[in-house]
């Protein structure tokens, strides 16, 4: 396992981390504790998770003979001791935590202290980072790496947190303004901009749907690095659940080179989509009837809410933010399906369809264990591997996803009846 | 009806509008948006609520030939359209409204806008007050005190709403410290320090429980001024649900002249109070299992939570912060029961107890209307009247309500089930 | 106390309890266990129920020096001890039960078991009757009076739960079809055809509403007999919640002598009665938005469900069926008000209107202890006193109530938004 | 497609249907209503079902060019129009239905009704047989196949639901006592009886667990038959979801034998299985705490409630009544893993376990299409295909699988959370 040479790592640290301090540069300071449902959490919330993990997988004391190499040395004082239950998320052998529905309650910690603490966390870390590359620790190396990976994860959960809170705000607010929009150093990119510009990269208007035939065959997928371990080397950074690397059997196949448009899902609307059972799983069917469904989540009139308000919607933009069930019921409209993932990893490794940076991409595959999986030791082996039942996987990255973030091997995930991320729809069918 | 004279209201008009402001003065800005619970609002919305209530019957032109007294006059541009709806509470008349359990998503407007808005309604209000005086409108004067009163009761429920929200949050954040306090010119006192000095000045620890024989017979309560009517003089003020002044027939009763303590409280927990169903109505006993109700609201231990933070509990207070039902039950253990608000008035009137500025006491009287009552005209017919089912009704005023008040003939109510207002209970009994 | 004589009380026993069975014989073998929603129950349990009550209270041994009159010398065996789990309806003191929602649950033990079981307990009190006499026991007897009472009481709660239940049947069943009705010996008339009766014997169609002036002033209500004892003989026989007689001011009022009719309800409705907030209390407007409320619990069109099945609504009949809430509702747009129990029972008792054998009546009062209110002793004080909060009071009696069962003093309760008792409403306001 | 000799599916007809019936010889009218939970149906709703389904699919009158091969000559009368909707089960395209919470509400019709309906259901559908066999009309006997295949199903369901309602009686009744048992010609034999033969059989007691190695590679699996289509001849029958035959590729693995027992998972209990949340899938870990699961559904102490009544647990006997989230967390506990269906389905077909008549076996597979799958046409599409989400299966077959409905290629499926059925579990492991 190659390191991480300390010259690239050190101000990818710091940049990973100042670039979640800047996303909220455009809030209000009541923004910072919105939380919309319980399945999102406020944007002060996420800044202060992202710390804790730090802190409570490497910078904490171990104690006698569980110590991380230089632990103590780092001089590093941990949060008030409460601070462990409000920003644990899930983990299990940490302990108890503040219930989720309820982390917009935290008013305090203020957003002042939650900032002090995050530079002491980058701060201790930046040391840790020193000693960890002097002493060739790869293992303590591959849990900063998992740190930042998972602050990137946080910094498109903010995001996408954020949308749907302010969506429930009848002034229709716009987090992110596209007018007068002038990056700085650090600052992240507008997300509506992002997202226009990757569509359009990707083809825009111009482009028709058009089906790419793949042979099929026995095919390997998943990560070639190990299973359930973690590496240090940026370049082969994979989480638990990519691997082991294993063969599938796959039968020929055609798969859509572009995403479904706005107006191609406008017509699945005005052909009485949401209307008729027949097109949709019977858990779908139900859903669709106590939500009341009839449009894609952030679909308003011809208008679309985003993180820049309220705005046109355009035909020929890649529709978005729709559930798996919606995606489904599309597909058998359209006389086609979902492609598994091993279908969409092929398709995307042969560089067949755009994958990246413009929406993620509902599959067919309910969200399970490679053959062979192993979670990854210890309590960040709850990481991912948990969560396998009830879900299904999402494949690319999309115009929240921070660069650098996406890969070929990624398991997204979430339940069928989610539509808050930024999820979108590629088509597939039998050869 | 005598009008208020000028010189007297304005200077009353911008002290309550002061105060309202000076009360999250020590709050975190994301303080601004906590809502604990369904039943509570943010501190933001009630500064705004108080707000829309003066625009919405005062200022807003109301149309040809509905328009209010110099109306245009006043150049008062009321406030983003949509605010119409952000912060109306319950009023049918006017329109629909942010579901109540969704007020803490508003973290839009900022505060600065709420304050701003509050600013220019001041100052609308304070020109139309003159110009109501100038034209003898006692009608548009009533409704201008209707609107402050209204206020007064809304800094009450901020504070208390307040106290829900912090009790939730594990960090036990102290709203208003005690320690180094020294209020300003219109700062208000830090309630807990009210809590203090009211009790202490009501007997305190030493006063032991002395029963009141009172005499029964055909009494009168109720206030005498009109019924359905608002009326503009101050010290004649009083809602519509309190009038009319009507006869009560009595039979001789027993009341006492303190509240009951935390001391005489914990002898009843002590006694298993809590678990004994015959001391309870069917309906508290059910609650009583749901929410696993073990001591009032704020009780931790031998310590209380409240707007000043975690602070030992006191034995000789009164005990606060429980609901009817804890009340009843507490009172028949006790051998006791509740007064009748009309025992109550009568107790009251005769200054046998010391009525305000404690606790809300909880009386054995469900909220209903007196004989003859009649709302009051208009929108604001709906600010009492059709609330009167479900509901007890408690007497007094508490450390949270603002001075001058308070009432011989105010009718306060709330569920059975409620327990986050400044409620108490006293004793009474057959003679 | 006058004791019953013997001679009277033995035929009247066995004639009561004969007719709970008399209730069950039109229904099939399945109906047994109906129970349409939480609060209603199957008529199997009603059968066990007045089974256990005597059981319970008065043929089970007690024990050393808690010894009914001849207990042991009855020779009776208690049924399967899990029984008294099963047939507790909420006696706390007694123990744990069947949770109420899940009485549909029951469908062992069998009916013929239950019957077999009603059997031994009707012979089991005859005997016990006798040595009560012979001892002249008169609290004994007491609680065999209360018995009997509570039987009758649970002879229309079959019946209203019955048609609760049915209601629920798209094959809208009746339970006692109108046709063909030629009742037995001891047989009940059915129901429907009691109802049309009833009321056309109260003036029917030809009545036209009429407005009757009643003085007020200082009143007595409630029963002379003593408060929370339990009273041996059946003319004074009266429930702890009517006692004692006290005291009621009243200012002077109106009251009609009709009920409400199928065609003034239906005028309200008309008028958009269940569109106008205005019309009612806040928590009854939540209700009828949350429920979709348009009509009275059964109207279906220009039909009514009944227990004769689906029937044409007579349009001077009077309207049944509705919840406190669409009664209050309907007296404010009539320009009146419910009257006050007291009210009722001054005008009842002067016999100025048709009070008994048609609808129960709500009144405007809520339903809570009279002054000096003491409840019986023993278990039994759970029967009615636990139960005053947040329900208001009825007068009357109506259709389905047991011949004999009704009393001016009379008072049953019911929380304001049920509606599946044959509840009806008279019209009162200010003189 | 080779047809049926209607000398052999004539018996078989007569001979499922009078199997239904049998089934609730030992019941009280009152059993036949009782419906446990909202995922359970009454006796009576099952025997009505399998009615409607011949009649809607097949004897019904398909109005003019849609008439099924003799239709109106077979002189078959519909039921009650309004039956359809009380016995449509979730056919969206036959149209609305009965709430399936509210099944248990219909007491009405009658079970004589019911019974009455069956036998006229019965002789049109022996009528129709002769008919289609003469005519050759292979589709049509394709859906008779598919009605009784459907009525051996709820067979099934009938006997898990009615154990479900029991168990949630506390007189604990037993459907099927085991003593006295002497099973007639058509009546079938006890469950219980079936369920201790069965493993009995399977080795039983003396039988230690046995790990198997399977070599893997290129394996297929699946019915041969067509996909989407209805096949006529009783021993090529399945499901369209069996369909179609595909290919899989399978590491090594291996599997057990026998079932897990009810000592082993006594000691996973006994180990804290059910208190250490990393055992557990997050979302089963969540069914864990909200519903306080301990043990598997009907184990109560060291007995085990079942169709037999209450009766000691057998060490030896396969563990059942289970959830996927208990069998997941057990295998993870024994340091193996769930067999995935097609490992199961390669070990089965080469003998190596013993795979029917005990209990059905959870698998690691997400209840999901085939490859190429498509749904039979017309109404009868919806019998499989509108499941597969949030759902796990299950294969194999169990003791109250009616005999002659197990097969190698059976896709059975429920949520991960249910665990009325009879639901066992077998390990696996990578090899």
Not at 77 to 83: F, I, L, T, Y
Not at 272 to 293: H, I, K, N, T
Not at 309 to 317: D, K, T, V, Y
């Amino acid at each position: 396992m190659a390191l991480q040479p300390a010259a690239a790592l050190l101000p990818r640290l710091r940049r990973i981390r100042e670039r979640s301090e800047a996303l909220i540069a455009g809030l209000e300071p009541e923004d910072l504790c919105l939380q919309g449902m319980a399945d999102a959490s406020p944007a002060k919330w996420h800044l202060g998770h992202t710390s804790w993990f730090f802190e409570e997988f490497l910078l904490r004391d171990r104690g006698p003979g569980r110590e991380r190499s230089g632990g103590t040395r780092l001089g590093y004082e941990p949060a008030d001791a409460r601070w462990r239950y409000l920003f644990n998320s899930y983990y299990e052998a940490v302990g108890p935590r503040q219930p989720r529905p309820q982390r917009g309650l935290l008013t305090r910690p203020p957003i002042a202290d939650v900032l002090a603490w995050r530079q002491r966390v980058t701060d201790a870390l930046e040391a840790l980072v020193e000693q960890l590359q002097a002493a060739g620790d790869a293992a303590g190396l591959a849990l900063v790496e998992l740190g930042l990976q998972h602050e990137q994860q946080h910094q498109e959960l903010l995001l996408m947190d954020l949308l749907d809170g302010f969506s429930r705000n009848p002034l229709e607010p716009a987090a992110w303004p596209l007018e007068g929009e002038e990056p700085g150093h650090h600052a992240p990119i507008s997300p509506e901009l992002a997202y226009m510009r990757s569509w359009a990269a990707a083809g825009g208007a111009t482009a028709r749907p058009s089906w790419i035939q793949v042979a099929g065959g026995l095919v390997e997928i998943g990560h070639p690095g190990g299973s359930g371990g973690l590496d240090a080397s940026p370049g082969s950074f994979h989480f638990d659940n990519e691997a082991p690397r294993h063969c599938v059997w796959l039968e020929p196949f055609a798969i859509q080179a572009q995403l479904v448009s706005n107006a191609e899902f406008a017509a699945f609307i005005a052909d009485d989509g949401y209307q008729r059972p027949e097109l949709w799983m019977s858990e779908g069917w139900a859903v669709v009837q106590q939500r009341g469904w009839r449009a894609p989540r952030y679909w308003r009139g011809d208008w679309e809410f985003s993180l820049a308000g309220l705005r046109p919607r355009q035909p020929e933009a890649p529709v978005r933010h729709l559930s798996w069930f919606e995606a489904d019921a599309y597909a058998r409209w359209a006389g086609a399906r979902l492609p598994s993932e091993a279908e969409w990893e092929v398709a995307a490794a042969a560089g067949l369809p755009q994958a990246y940076g413009v929406l993620w991409q509902w599959t067919a595959s309910p969200y399970r264990p490679y053959p062979g999986f192993a979670p990854a030791a210890g309590a960040v082996g709850e990481y991912n591997g948990k969560f396998m039942t009830s879900q299904f996987v999402l494949r690319g990255s999309c115009f929240l996803t921070p660069e650098g973030h996406a890969r070929l091997t990624y398991r997204n995930f979430y339940p069928p009846a989610s539509r808050w991320m930024a999820s979108g729809l590629r088509l597939a069918g039998d050869a």
